[in-house]
């Protein structure tokens, strides 16, 4: 699932008004599925914007964000900035 939607979000038009919403949701599926490399991205893409699902679901929607963005660069820092994968 997460491959088909990050084929869809490079296929969407970059001012889709639904693009942001779901790149928040695939950041949150990528930190979870350890795959930082394309969670960077994501996390670069919606900026510091907070306030969408996942994270609004959360009792402390800036604190998930945070946590899920901040472990993601660490994660990623750490694997030693590796390049995500090309997508076709």
Known sequence: M???????VAQVPPHHYRLPTVRHLLADALFRTERYAEAVEQFRAVGGFIGSVPWSY???PVREFVHA??????????AGRPAALVRR
Do not use: C, M
């Open 2 to 8: 997460v491959d088909a939607t990050l084929d869809a």
């Open 69 to 78: 963005r901040t472990n993601t660069f660490v994660e990623w820092e750490k």
């Open 58 to 60: 959360s009792v402390d």
